[in-house]
């Protein structure tokens, strides 16, 4: 049972523009979310974090929202540059270190 | 310098075999995690260890045994191996056992034939 889920499995934005990666949860009792960004033959690298007292977190070109009501968050990412082509998880918690990951969206930058 | 290194980067090996993967972080941190990503993408945690403790313990084969002789080491030995093991396995660590980011290493990937 999937509590994550991040249903487009890949985006393609140009370079400059706005990339928006969404992601859907189904448990109420998930306050704390993380976006990782992962390259080919690495492991996930943590990006912005969102705990469910804000709406929204910013971090130089990378913004979190969340949406309790809607169960939604999303990441935008503005500019957009070809380095930003990854695949991107998110991922939630309910309590303690233990995390429920989405099955990422792949993201390609065109220059 | 690698936060987070697994050992090997590759396996191949026939159903039946044991196998096990190490990982070792320098980040001094407390807690080690391990997660398999399957053929879908999806990442799911299996283990947590903190100071050598085992404190999250997901619904796993009994064939996987994570063994952390130390609190930079986590390693999993897996019995038995089946086809439906092949995957990713991520190790990662944290600071401590609260909703902290994770550092994960680069993956080993295990392929049963």
């Known amino acids: 049972d999937q509590q994550v889920k991040q249903n487009s499995p890949s985006l393609s934005v140009q370079e400059g523009r706005i990339s928006i990666l969404n992601c859907d949860y189904t448990?109420?009792?998930?306050?704390?979310f993380l976006w990782y960004k992962k390259y080919p033959a690495e492991g996930p690298t943590f990006l912005i974090s969102?705990?469910?007292?804000?709406d929204k977190n910013e971090d130089g070109r990378f913004t979190v929202f969340l949406n309790k009501s809607a169960k939604h968050l999303s990441l935008h990412i503005v500019p957009s540059q070809p380095g930003d082509s990854a695949v991107y998880f998110c991922?939630?918690?309910?309590?303690?270190?233990?995390?429920?990951f989405g099955t990422g969206t792949s993201l390609t930058v065109i220059p | 310098d690698t936060a987070v290194s697994q050992t090997p980067k590759y396996l191949v090996t026939q159903m039946g075999n044991d196998k096990s993967i190490k990982c070792e972080q320098n980040?001094?941190?407390?807690?080690m995690y391990w997660y398999k990503q399957d053929s879908k993408k999806f990442l799911k945690i299996m283990f947590s260890?903190?100071?050598?403790?085992?404190?999250i313990n997901e619904t796993v084969p009994n064939r996987f045994s994570p063994k952390s002789p130390d609190k930079a080491h986590l390693n999993l030995h897996i019995n038995s191996l089946e086809l439906g093991d092949s995957a990713v396995y991520f190790c990662?660590?944290?600071?401590?056992?609260?909703?902290?980011?994770?550092?994960f290493g680069p993956g080993t990937r295990l392929t049963v034939t």
């Open positions: 990662a660590s944290s600071q401590g056992r609260g909703r902290e980011e994770q550092y």
């Open positions: 448990n109420s009792m998930f306050d704390y």
């Open positions: 969102i705990s469910s007292i804000k």
């Open positions: 991922a939630a918690s309910g309590g303690g270190n233990q995390f429920y």
């Open positions: 980040l001094g941190h407390d807690t």
């Open positions: 260890y903190n100071n050598k403790e085992l404190i």
